[in-house]
């Protein structure tokens, strides 16, 4: 199913693109990183087009970090996203389609699987984990090329470079810096310390992918590397089994989205 969207996201970011090239500039987060995923989520979901904007304004609500004033703001968007789920389950009963969410109904209809909370609960999950991680990766991979010019250019000379740039770029920036929880299932002796049978555990996968014993010169950016097993999808039974093949892109994939700008050297302005 995943490799099935990569024309549809090509599109998508093609027509992002579009959007504002004749201004001439851009703001590369608003403009193309925070759409890009949301659009493909919503698509992958069964989101009709006429909700599709709403929806994008209660994920974002739902993924950005909330300052303390803003919390009733999040809480009340939360309900009425949770509101608009269950009409958008009911409704996907009544005249399923292909997509994902229809999927999950009739697994839940047929007794397979999943009852109504853990079906909300997929959809955030799907949300949360495939929004922000994409926008850090765009954003920050982005950034470390405008930081690194002699990356940059040897990119843009040889665009066939490209997955193992994404790769590079990946390990380098790290857009899910630590793993979910885990507890410990027994008495784990490591390094002189003894994590504890019960004890929460986080993995730093930036710590991994910075490993000077697996990664010679972890903290240069280097488009070319040859052994780049890093850790930025995870590892083992919670693998991002998701997106790993759309994040990188295939060999035969049209190159226009990274021909499309001329310079991109220009002002930068972070945020
Ligand atoms: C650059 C993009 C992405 C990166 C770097 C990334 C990274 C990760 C990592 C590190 C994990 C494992 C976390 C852990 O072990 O605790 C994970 C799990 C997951 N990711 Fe991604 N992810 C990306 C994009 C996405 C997208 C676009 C989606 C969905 C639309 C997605 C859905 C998931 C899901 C559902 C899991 C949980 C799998 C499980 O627990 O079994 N991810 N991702």
Redesign the pocket.
């Known amino acids: 199913m995943i490799e099935q969207l990569r024309p549809r996201v090509q599109q998508i970011a093609d027509e992002l693109l579009e959007a504002v090239q004749a201004q001439g500039r851009m703001d590369l987060i608003v403009d193309f990183a925070f759409p890009l995923?949301i659009t493909?989520?919503s698509e992958?979901l069964g989101i009709p087009a006429k909700d599709r904007q709403q929806f994008r304004v209660w994920s974002q609500t739902i993924v950005n970090v909330p300052m303390e004033p803003q919390m009733e703001d999040k809480l009340a968007a939360l309900e009425m996203f949770v509101q608009y789920i269950k009409t958008l389950l009911a409704d996907k009963s009544a005249h399923p389609g292909s997509d994902l969410t229809s999927g999950l109904v009739q697994a839940e209809e047929r007794g397979d699987s999943l009852n109504e909370a853990e079906l909300i609960s997929t959809i955030f999950?799907?949300i949360v984990?495939?929004?922000e991680?994409?926008v850090?990766?765009i954003g920050n991979g982005m950034l470390a090329l405008l930081e690194h010019p002699e990356q940059m250019r040897l990119l843009r000379a040889d665009p066939s470079l490209l997955p193992s740039a994404i790769e590079e770029l990946?390990r380098y920036t790290a857009?899910?810096s630590l793993?979910?929880p885990?507890w410990a299932s027994e008495d784990i002796p490591m390094h002189g310390q003894v994590i504890r049978k019960g004890e929460m555990v986080f993995?730093s996968?930036i710590a991994a992918d910075t490993d000077p014993q697996q990664f010679p010169d972890p903290e240069v950016l280097d488009i070319l590397r040859q052994e780049n097993q890093h850790?930025?999808?995870?590892?083992?039974?919670?693998?991002?089994?998701?997106?790993?093949s759309?994040?990188r892109p295939s060999r035969s994939s049209s190159p226009s989205t990274s021909d499309r700008s001329g310079d991109s050297s220009g002002d930068i302005m972070r945020r």
Not at 231 to 244: D, N, Q, R, T
């Open positions: 995923p493909v989520i992958m999950l799907l984990a495939g929004h991680t994409t850090n990766l990946l857009p899910v793993s979910s885990r993995a996968l850790v930025a999808f995870g590892k083992g039974i919670h693998y991002c089994l998701f997106p790993s759309l994040a």
